[in-house]
């Protein structure tokens, strides 16, 4: 009998998938597949329109048409009515990883699906009754899951079907007449079929941003396949324009020294030649004053009284205006003129290269998320800065102490010229300009009069006049810092700013994100005044002072 079996199994089994014969079709060798396993098979083949059967490698050209072989799927279903099934292959077991079905005895079959109905999981046999019956065929089919048993309310050990929107989690029946009595309930899968709608428009939204970010990563590829022509000729562009400022001032210091060399040579001969006149100036001075002492030793009166007329008559002396210092003058002119150009130069540069900077962050953080405000002293110590004062800027009013970073008012100073110089105002810029995130603080004290403006202002404001005040315009921000409170100007309008007063103001700067805070510093930190705006250009960081006051960039720790 034993026997008997083995073979009836063999011969109603597929040798492709190993399971019982599903709508079994025979080839012309002979030999029995399911219907899908073998058109399965031969759609892997269909590339070299060669078809073998699996078995005997049989080769069959064109490909052969299938039909179902009826006597011996007649037999399969009868062996199936007998209870006789076909040995499953190994890979049908159920593993450590795998979910169980919970019908089999003895080695377990993986189950095929799990019923939320039942709470049970079954394998493909065990499930055919659920195809079957008129009941159990609306029962809720699903993926083999191993977490059935969270679906049983563990206090009343009923299945939860229904969700309490008030709690916002799945219950039993009988717990809405107990502890979610009077609570918004629905059934559950009207419940998920609500969630669903919103699953769908989230992933709608996805999918959406999904195809956004596509584009925008097709958009950074072409930008990127166009970086490298892109620098590369800013490189060769950048290379031969300062090849040509490096041959203008090798031009211009060719000049500069040629006009150098024709004025000495000039000057020169202009000494030379007066240098001869005096010398024989000189020369007829002292023949002149031998002749008078001759003269002089004459006894005759009347010989001396003869020759005195023509002997005492002198010669015109030579103009002693031209004699002077005019070459030193004139090259110390020429050495003064280079210094103001070689200043402006490296203003030009540094400005340039701070736009050039400036670009590069912007760039840099285009696609990086903005960083949160410093809340604490040590986070805003994180962005200080060393900040030291311009004196190409600084009034004739004001003089400039220790290292360029303290600032007094005084009597006027002979400061050179220059075309940053403030002129009535009595304030002054730092040297550096002011991009990405700084912060500074400003230590100051009172005079007679009045206190000082910590400012933060653009490099091109007025030089001159009432609107070059600090906060006079729109190219400034300053906080006027009284002994017993402070005032806010911007544009010419004046805002009242209410804190506790410390002679030590802190400034936090953050260019990209355009926020421009002032503190009172002191023990703790106070917000002053807080100002939100788009900064187009560098800043700069600007003192005004009133007489006899003073105000210094402090070096924070």
């Not at 079954?122 to 659920?130: A, D, I, T, V």
Request: glycine letters at 4%; proline letters at 4%.
């Amino acid at each position: 009998m034993a026997q008997k079996d083995q073979l009836d199994r063999e011969t109603i089994s597929c040798s492709i998938c190993l399971d019982l014969l599903k709508d079994p079709v025979t080839t012309s060798c002979g030999h029995s597949y399911c219907m899908s396993c073998i058109k399965s098979h031969w759609d892997g083949e269909g590339q070299r329109k060669i078809y073998r059967c699996p078995q005997c490698r049989q080769a069959f050209r064109p490909r052969p048409v299938l039909k179902k072989n009826t006597m011996l799927a007649a037999l399969v279903e009868q062996l199936k009515m007998t209870g006789l099934q076909a040995a499953p292959a190994d890979h049908c077991y159920a593993g450590p990883e795998d979910v169980a079905c919970d019908v089999c005895t003895g080695r377990k079959l993986k189950a095929f699906k799990s019923c939320l109905t039942c709470l049970i999981s079954y394998c493909e046999n065990h499930l055919q009754s659920h195809f079957e019956s008129t009941k159990l065929k609306k029962h809720k089919l699903v993926e083999p899951s191993e977490k059935l048993q969270e679906n049983i309310c563990s206090r009343h050990d009923e299945v939860m079907k229904i969700f309490c929107r008030t709690d916002k989690k799945c219950i039993c029946y009988l717990c809405t007449m107990e502890d979610h009595k009077g609570h918004d309930t629905v059934p559950a899968a009207a419940e998920r079929t609500e969630r669903q709608r919103e699953l769908e428009m989230s992933r709608l939204n996805i999918q959406q941003r999904i195809q956004d970010r596509e584009k925008d990563v097709k958009l950074l590829q072409q930008e990127l396949k166009a970086v490298s022509p892109s620098a590369n000729k800013a490189v060769e562009d950048s290379e031969k324009i300062f090849t040509q400022l490096i041959s203008l001032l090798q031009e211009r210091s060719s000049d500069v020294k040629q006009q150098i060399r024709s004025q000495q040579q000039t000057e020169s001969r202009r000494v030379k030649e007066l240098q001869e006149k005096l010398q024989q100036e000189i020369t007829e001075l002292k023949r002149k004053d031998a002749e008078l002492k001759q003269l002089s030793h004459t006894e005759d009166h009347n010989q001396f009284l003869h020759n005195y007329p023509s002997v005492s008559q002198l010669s015109e002396p030579t103009d002693s205006s031209s004699i002077n210092i005019r070459p030193l003058r004139y090259f110390e002119d020429v050495t003064a003129a280079m210094s103001e150009l070689r200043d402006k130069l490296q203003d030009i540069l540094r400005d340039t290269w701070t736009n050039i900077s400036l670009t590069e962050t912007e760039v840099k953080v285009l696609l990086s998320e903005p960083e949160p405000e410093p809340k604490t002293k040590a986070e805003f110590l994180r962005y200080s800065c060393e900040i030291t004062l311009d004196p190409n800027t600084v009034n004739t009013h004001l003089l400039l102490s220790e290292g360029n970073r303290k600032v007094e008012w005084t009597n006027p100073q002979s400061y050179s010229s220059h075309t940053d110089r403030f002129t009535n105002q009595c304030q002054v810029l730092s040297r550096e300009s002011l991009t990405g995130r700084c912060y500074w603080e400003v230590e100051w004290r009172r005079g007679i009069w009045g206190g000082v403006r910590v400012a933060v202002t653009y490099k091109n404001i007025s030089r001159a006049g009432s609107e070059s005040l600090f906060g006079r315009n729109d190219k400034s921000w300053s906080l006027y810092c009284y002994t017993d409170s402070y005032e806010f100007f911007f544009n010419n309008i004046k805002t009242p700013v209410s804190g506790p007063v410390s002679y030590r103001v802190g400034v936090y700067l953050d260019h990209r994100a355009g926020i421009l805070s002032f503190y009172s510093v002191s023990e703790t930190m106070t917000l002053l005044r807080r100002v939100q705006t788009t900064f187009t250009q560098p800043l700069y960081a600007g003192l005004w002072v009133y007489p006899l006051s003073t105000a210094e960039l402090c070096k924070v720790k």
